[in-house]
């Protein structure tokens, strides 16, 4: 089955600097991967998602990009605000299978 | 429109007992899931339904059993709580399996059993 794997657990930046978050993945087949953001006490929420045909994927601060060859993508956060402090999980999905498998989340600081 | 509704939102339960987490969604989902959540562990799942009349077991199902009582809902059961089974309970729904479409998640039951 898939396995997916998140780095780093644990990222803590100053308001203003970027993050990017990585996973990798191992299932070829696999075409659709979604970032989710958990707030504390709060139920994970979509983000930014990106589709095996497309390398990259923009919405204002946050963007993903995918290397299909390499089965790696990744979030990149750009002028981090304190509002970006949350856990964030990577997901990779398809190829036939019913079960979206996630990484195991990065919480993000963000210092004012 | 509620998106995906979870019962109740908190629940302590002495070691033993018995009860059923409720989770019913409004967007005509076909699929459905259960994940349990623990620190450092990230989401786990536990059991889901494909589609109406389909149940499958995921990662960590021992000890649970559910229900998908019609299209709208599916239900998790503990039939003999144990402290291992202390965590946060997340429902969530998507179009159809295997799609390239997200989940939507319910606001969760933080579940402590004593």
């Known amino acids: 089955g898939e396995n997916v794997e998140q780095h780093p657990s644990t990222l803590s930046v100053q308001e203003g600097d970027s993050a990017v978050i990585k996973c990798t993945y191992s299932?070829?087949?696999?075409?659709?991967f979604p970032w989710y953001k958990q707030e504390l006490g709060k139920r994970p929420q979509l983000i930014i998602d990106?589709?095996?045909?497309?390398g990259e994927k923009k919405d204002q601060r946050i963007a993903v990009t995918l290397n299909k060859t390499a089965k790696h993508f990744s979030l990149h956060i750009t002028e981090t605000q304190p509002e970006d402090s949350a856990v964030y999980f990577c997901a990779a999905s398809g190829g036939g299978s019913y079960i979206p498998t996630f990484g195991r989340g990065t919480s993000l600081i963000v210092h004012p | 429109n509620a998106g995906v509704t979870q019962t109740p939102k908190f629940q302590v339960l002495k070691t033993g007992q018995s009860m059923t987490l409720q989770c019913a969604q409004d967007?005509?989902?076909?699929?459905m899931y259960w994940y349990r959540q623990d620190p450092g562990m990230g989401l786990r799942l536990i059991y889901y339904s494909a589609s109406e009349g389909t149940t499958d077991k995921g990662e960590v199902p021992n000890g649970y059993n559910v229900s998908r009582l019609n299209k709208r809902e599916f239900s998790l059961r503990l039939e003999s709580a144990a402290p291992s089974q202390t965590s946060v309970y997340f429902c969530?729904?998507?179009?159809?399996?295997?799609?390239?479409?997200?989940?939507?998640f319910g606001d969760g039951t933080r579940l402590s059993i004593l």
């Open positions: 967007m005509n989902h076909n699929s």
């Open positions: 990106i589709r095996s045909n497309v």
């Open positions: 969530a729904s998507t179009v159809d399996p295997g799609t390239e479409q997200p989940q939507h």
């Open positions: 299932d070829s087949a696999s075409n659709y």
